[in-house]
């Protein structure tokens, strides 16, 4: 496996790189970054998350193991609204509550790390195991996280536009901080699932912006 990183722009506050990851020769990741600098600006709009279905507290843990891949080991999963994988939802609006099983998020890397554990949106509408693969990925940090929220329970708020010919279009999930009630801004959007293996699979996989929904009825 070998990795390379290039420069494909940089402005006066704003730079763009792009990432490969090739494994035997062949491209396995393509990734393109765009940060940052902060600058002063007379616009500002902050989103505020809805309210959680249920208080993080009443709802128990998802099992391991099954069917779920085997990196999701490291993640305690709950299911505020909305059904697990494979149960026949008739919608794929859900509220999974998530965190590390033995730290806190302490770096941004974890935090896509965590943003990743998560099942596709439609894989709740599935009556039986199917596999799925992402084609696309993308993630937005949106507003800072503070250091109560990283070691706490993290909510996704996730669901499907439109699916159909075996693909399926996620919404843009977001990730809220500390898991509670409303009031509370998204720290991550932009989570809905395209390329990697499958969360069917026992391996890991990318999530986040569009979902193929291989078999499908």
């Known amino acids: 496996m070998t990795a ?4 494909l722009r940089r402005g006066k506050s704003a730079a ?3 990432a490969r990851i090739l494994i035997d020769g062949k491209v396995a990741l393509t990734a393109v970054g765009i940060f940052g600098a902060q600058r002063e600006s007379a616009v500002r709009g902050v989103p505020v998350a809805p309210a959680a ?17 085997a990196f999701t080991r490291h993640f305690d999963m709950r299911w505020g609204a909305g059904l697990p994988p494979f149960s026949g939802a008739e919608h794929s609006d859900a509220q999974i509550f998530v965190r590390y099983r033995n730290e806190p998020v302490s770096s941004d890397a974890l935090l896509v790390c965590l943003a ?11 009556k039986a ?10 993630l937005e940090f949106v507003t800072p996280m503070n250091e109560a929220e990283r070691a706490g329970w993290l909510r996704f708020d996730s669901g499907l536009t ?14 809220v901080g ?5 009031g509370h801004q998204p720290a991550v959007r932009g989570l809905v699932r395209v390329m990697g293996t ?13 979902v193929m929904l291989d078999g499908i009825t």
């Open 129 to 138: 195991p199917a596999m799925l693969s992402s084609m696309n990925w993308t």
């Open 198 to 210: 499958g969360w069917a699979r026992d391996s890991h996989h990318l999530s986040i912006n569009e």
């Open 178 to 182: 500390s898991g509670a009630a409303g």
């Open 116 to 126: 990743d554990a998560i099942p596709p949106s439609a894989i709740s509408v599935f």
């Open 162 to 175: 439109a699916a159909g010919d075996g693909y399926g279009w996620g919404k843009h999930p977001d990730l």
């Open 53 to 69: 279905a249920v208080p993080v507290e009443t709802v128990p843990d998802a099992p391991h193991g099954g069917l779920r891949p």
């Open 16 to 18: 763009q790189l792009e």
């Open 4 to 7: 390379h990183a290039e420069l």
